[in-house]
């Protein structure tokens, strides 16, 4: 029917916009890069005050919640500190919407309107692949073969790039790069040579570095004064010397060491079948959306335990009491607009 809220939700999905808008002005065609994405994501989000869920470990047992700003910004910096500027990567085209005829059986059923997150050409190999950006709390890698989602770009990728000239008629999009960014602080705590994080250290640690060093011994703090063995220092004595000296002091290393915030699996690569199965299954739900626009098939509602996130929680729940205040409800705080309209003014690109 079209509802949605007077104001812009500042939830998730609003999160992943502002993080795909920000990486999409980062990588220029080629091998250029634009303004940093951290800066870009700070300036989409302006005085937009938004909250978004991390945990404050992998068990999903502490919830934590940051300010969306601050936590888009730190991900996205640490995004080009871990990945640089991937000179290896020579962009091809980033948010490029497309519009391309579905048939079945012979016949039209559908014009499939869309964007992908972007299309790059490896220059280690040639190889041109999918570019398939995604935000998460966890990354889960096991699903992506059946990947519906990029499946359907992919499906008519390399159709539209060699139409539009951009492939020679012997090229094919190789496979789906999935490029992971979870919705995470960086880990704070102090890492070792190998990159692995470290605990608060203690005194042991403290007189061990300082002797290492070369330190024997430490000026005492009241209420006694002058030098005195390394050994025999107290703690606050030792963390002074430390700090004087410019001495690293790691402690032992943590057995929960952090997940990687950022992950990029071996492309899903898919076959000539595979792009058979992923159109036709295209086809197939179109002909399901239009059994229901026919009033073939009853409309009905798919509760989760994600409904609370859906920006129609509170009208849905008075329809579901069977109250006809919902319709109150959303005459004065939604309006209708045409959910097809964003993807029919874009679709301007490949055809």
């Known amino acids: 029917m079209g509802w949605q809220p007077r104001q812009r939700q500042a939830d998730a999905l609003w999160f992943g916009i502002g993080i795909h808008e920000a990486l999409a002005q980062w990588y220029l065609k080629g091998k250029k890069r634009g303004p940093h994405p951290a800066e870009t994501f700070e300036a989409w989000c302006g005085d937009e005050i938004a909250y978004a ?21 730190a991900m996205l910096e640490g995004y080009v500190d871990h990945w640089g500027k991937d000179p290896q990567w020579s962009i091809i085209a980033t948010e490029q919407s497309f519009a391309v005829t579905i048939t079945s059986h012979g016949r ?16 280690r190999t040639g ?3 999918l570019l398939e950006t995604k935000t998460a709390q966890s990354v889960d890698t096991a ?19 060699r139409k539009a000239g951009v492939l020679k008629k012997d090229e094919a999009i190789e496979g789906i790069q999935y490029n992971f960014l979870r919705k995470k ?40 004064s002058g030098p005195i063995s390394v050994e025999r220092a107290k703690l606050a004595d030792l963390q002074a010397a430390a700090r004087f000296g410019q001495i690293e002091v790691l402690g032992d290393v943590s ?45 009905i509602k798919t509760p989760t335990k994600d409904c609370p996130r859906c920006p129609l929680w509170g009208p849905c729940r008075l329809h579901e009491r069977g109250s ?28």
């Open 53 to 73: 869920r991390s945990y404050l470990d992998d068990n999903f047992e502490e919830p934590v919640w940051y300010e969306a700003k601050d936590l888009g910004v």
């Open 108 to 123: 039209p059923v559908a014009i499939f309107r869309s964007r992908w997150d972007g299309v790059f050409r490896d220059l």
């Open 127 to 129: 190889k041109v692949y």
């Open 143 to 161: 699903y992506l073969e059946l990947d519906d989602q990029a499946g359907a770009y992919w499906a008519v990728a390399s159709l539209l790039l």
């Open 185 to 224: 602080m960086p880990d704070e705590r102090p890492v070792n040579a190998d990159g692995l994080a470290t605990n608060t250290p203690v005194k042991e640690h403290y007189v061990g570095a300082l002797l290492t060093a070369g330190v024997r011994t430490v000026e005492q703090s009241s209420p006694k």
């Open 255 to 299: 057995k929960n060491q952090p997940t990687p915030l950022f992950e990029r699996p071996e492309p899903i690569l898919r076959s000539a079948k595979e792009c058979a199965t992923q159109l036709q299954r295209i086809a197939d739900e179109v002909e399901v959306m239009n059994a229901y626009r026919r009033g073939d098939l009853p409309l």
């Open 324 to 351: 006809d205040s919902y319709l109150t409800l959303l005459e004065s705080n939604y309006v209708q607009v045409d959910p097809y309209a964003d993807d029919l003014k874009s679709a301007s690109g490949y055809a």
